[in-house]
């Protein structure tokens, strides 16, 4: 276990010093068996292993709150469910008393910037970190007024909202246009950050058409912050959700 954690975070950068220097093996003059790979040979060029530059999904901690790659579903509650990260106003574009985590922020307001400008207007966050207490607030209003089933599909239960991490915004453009709206996903603003949100270490939580994974509908304005390690592997390994990045069962519905 504490010999696994030495390599995770973000130990995988500071190895031996791999990050320029790549593709060291192509100078090993064995022609290695990249393409087809079906060459019985023993290998006794103990070459110590390529080293893997991308991080391994399995080195991260998705089960603690405070982990910034902390996964919450609906069958993966927060833990604990009452946990309360340390939070910070959000320095950028806001509604008004919005809270998130501090690596969050820093990465939000990067992104509003390079946004505005590509697109002549930055990120305007209407929700963010909510407590325990007011998601269960939420959720019960939500319940009294739709029943369980439909609350379900729009309203997460306490201890299974990704806001409680401090690491989900709601966000729309600062224009303002289709505000908790899936026309959001139309939008320049949307459409921006569906395109670049990753290289600032969000991820879109909740595509379209991946209900049977994530458990919820197309949210094109709900960002999730994970960190850009985590984002940049997702993109490029083309894995839209955090259950298939991390190799979890999806999560359609609460366990029964
Ligand atoms: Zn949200």
Redesign the pocket.
């Known amino acids: 276990m504490a010999a696994a954690l030495v390599l995770t975070g973000c130990g995988a950068a500071e190895e031996p010093a791999p990050s320029e220097t790549a593709t060291p093996v192509s100078a090993t003059p064995t022609p290695t068996p990249s393409a087809t790979a079906a060459v019985p040979e023993p290998t006794p060029t103990a070459t110590p292993t390529p080293a893997p530059i991308e991080p391994d999904a399995s080195a991260f901690d998705i089960d603690s709150g405070a982990s910034l790659q902390v996964v919450v579903n609906k069958r993966r509650p927060l833990q604990p469910p009452e946990y309360r990260p340390e939070l910070v106003a959000v320095s950028s574009g806001q509604e008004g008393g919005e809270l998130v985590r501090p690596e969050l922020d820093a990465a939000l307001a990067g992104m509003s910037q390079a946004m505005r400008a590509e697109i002549g207007e930055g990120t305007f966050v209407f ?1 963010s970190y909510r407590g325990y207490e007011r998601q269960a607030e939420l959720y019960s209003g939500y319940v009294a007024r739709y029943g369980q089933a439909e609350a379900d599909t729009t309203s997460a239960r306490p201890g299974h ?3 409680q991490t401090g690491l ?3 966000v729309s453009g600062t224009g303002g246009a289709c505000r908790l709206a899936t026309c959001f996903g139309d939008t320049a603003a949307g459409r921006w950050l569906a395109e670049h949100a990753w290289q600032h270490g969000f991820v879109v ?1 909740y595509p379209q058409g991946l209900e049977h994974i994530t458990g919820y509908e197309w ?1 094109p ?3 999730r912050y994970v960190g850009i390690e985590v984002s940049t592997a997702m993109h490029e390994e083309g894995a839209a959700t955090l259950e298939e990045f991390f190799g979890l069962e999806p999560a359609p519905d609460y366990a029964p």
């Open positions: 929700s909202s990704e806001h989900a915004i709601d939580r949210e304005w709900h960002l």
